[in-house]
């Protein structure tokens, strides 16, 4: 995982502040908007150098607040879904100085209200604010609007789509958690059942720091202990996988760019050639110490037990050093605590103390603050990208950069389907396909005419697709044999 912070709508601060510049006829009014909100989340708090930084990551907070139909309620203080798609599109024909000109500046809609209809959840620290303050905030929305592909307008159903599998011969595939979450394997970002939802417990200020790398490397423990958690217990592969699988024997699958870690598309017999792991996996781990590489069957006991795995390398150099020899420390072990350090360092009475100092044993997944592979930008801009014909975006959200900005590298004109759980706020995918994604392929063959074989399919298999009301492209999919 790349860096946390920087995400698909970190360039959007300095094209922001321009947009914010033609709301105001003061240049001064800017600084105030800014300071506002700023002032009162922070009016007892001493101010340093990054104030400005951490307020505009504050605006951008909002801009995840996603892309539910709740948001547009028609209230006094939000836009009605047609309202929404009305000013989306008058912005795009027009540009943003005229749009403004004839919104907001003109009093026929305030910012706050504009700010719904680009999907901008309104935060809590503005309520009674002058809406100045919401200036900011609709600068960063429709910068986004502006910046996102233009949905290809001849492609609208499902049967667009399942002509669109049958007729391309390079599909991409995006992945994420949400093609294994059948298998059990909870995802990163569900409100109740996502994994960052169940870390409350662990006291951390951001429960994505599990997976931070200066964290693992201060107090492995705390990775260790959930590691258990997403670690797959078997070697099933979802009806996903077998999707994919299935288009790879169609010899349609240009390559399978995975964020998952679980190594389960090997499993399903995805080719290394066809494969991209952006973030790694848990089929091997490294030691931090000396670099030595094995197996995770190796540490496998440790990570279901959620004890911090140790090098067996380092363990047998310990073991030979001379009694009275001097041991050193590694500068890699450093730690940030000496009291965490402490809490997982500790041996009991019939451990050998050489374990407590041994080199840790990461998995070979990418954490944030870690670079991904170089096969993953070597692979997709100098190879896929100019033969792609086909995306198709499969069970994740498209939050962490910078796998969620695949999509703005391809091509305008290849087509784009998108398959989840909920909609995506930040891309305009041609065809959305909302449901479990085992069910959604599973139709999607049925339609194309191809046998999809896995043990998860039954036999009865029948699938409710609903439009969604206001939407000329977005469908549900639902088990109604289930």
């Known amino acids: 995982m790349a860096d946390d912070a920087v995400r698909w709508h970190a360039p959007l601060k300095a094209p922001a502040v321009e947009v914010f510049s033609l709301l105001s006829d003061d240049e ?7 300071d506002v909100s700023e002032d009162k989340q922070n009016r007892d708090a001493s101010r340093g150098d990054s104030d400005d930084d951490d307020q505009w990551s504050l605006y951008e907070d909002a801009l995840d607040g996603g892309e539910d139909e709740e948001l547009f309620d028609g209230t006094d203080d939000a836009c009605t879904l047609e309202e929404a798609q009305a000013f989306r599109k008058r912005l795009r024909l027009v540009g943003d100085e005229r749009f403004l000109a004839e919104t907001v500046k003109a009093g026929v809609i305030t910012a706050k209200k504009l700010c719904t209809a680009f999907s901008i959840r309104l935060p809590f620290l503005l309520d009674g604010e002058p809406d100045e303050a919401y200036y900011p905030l ?3 929305g429709i910068c986004r609007e502006l910046s996102k592909r233009v949905k290809l307008p001849h492609y609208n159903t499902i049967d667009d789509a399942v002509s669109l599998l049958k007729e391309s011969r390079n599909i991409i595939v995006l992945t994420g958690a949400g093609i294994s979450t059948s298998l059990g394997i909870p ?4 409100k109740e059942t996502g994994l960052y939802s169940q870390l409350q417990h662990l006291g951390l200020s951001d429960p994505q ?26 070697k099933r592969f979802s009806p996903t996988h077998a999707f994919i699988r299935l288009l790879q024997d169609k010899c349609k699958l240009l390559t399978n760019f995975t964020q998952n870690i679980d190594n389960l598309e090997g499993h399903a017999g995805i080719l290394p050639e066809n494969l991209i792991q952006c973030h790694g996996s848990f089929a091997t781990a490294t030691c931090l110490e000396c670099k030595y590489k094995v197996n995770c069957d190796k540490i496998y006991k440790d990570l279901k037990a959620g004890r911090v795995a140790r090098c067996d390398r380092c363990l047998e150099t310990l073991r030979q050093v001379k009694p009275g ?3 050193k420390r590694s500068s890699n072990r450093s730690f940030k605590s000496r009291k965490h350090r402490q809490s997982y360092e500790d041996s009991t009475d019939d451990e050998d103390n050489d374990i407590a100092i041994a080199g840790v044993m990461k998995p070979d997944i990418t954490f944030f603050g870690e670079d991904l592979p170089a096969t993953f930008h070597e692979r997709l801009v100098n190879h896929d990208k100019d033969i792609v014909d086909l995306v198709l975006v499969i069970g994740t959200s498209l939050k962490v950069a910078p796998v969620s900005e695949v999509v703005g590298v391809i091509p305008p004109q290849v087509p784009q389907l998108y398959i989840s759980r909920e909609p995506c706020a930040h891309v305009d995918f041609d065809i959305d396909m909302l449901g479990e994604c085992d069910a959604i392929v599973t139709e999607l063959c049925w339609r194309a005419g191809w046998d999809l074989q896995h043990e998860m399919i039954r036999k009865d298999h029948s699938v409710d697709v609903q439009l969604h009301d206001g939407y000329e492209s977005r469908f549900s999919f639902k088990i109604v044999n289930a």
């Open 28 to 34: 001064d009014s800017i600084g105030t908007a800014l």
């Open 209 to 234: 720091e599990v997976f931070d790398i200066s964290i693992f490397r201060d107090d492995p423990s705390i990775f260790y202990s959930v590691a258990k958690d997403i670690l797959p217990s078997t």
């Open 325 to 327: 020899s001097k041991r």
């Open 138 to 140: 609709l600068g960063l």
């Open 187 to 190: 995802d990163f970002r569900s």
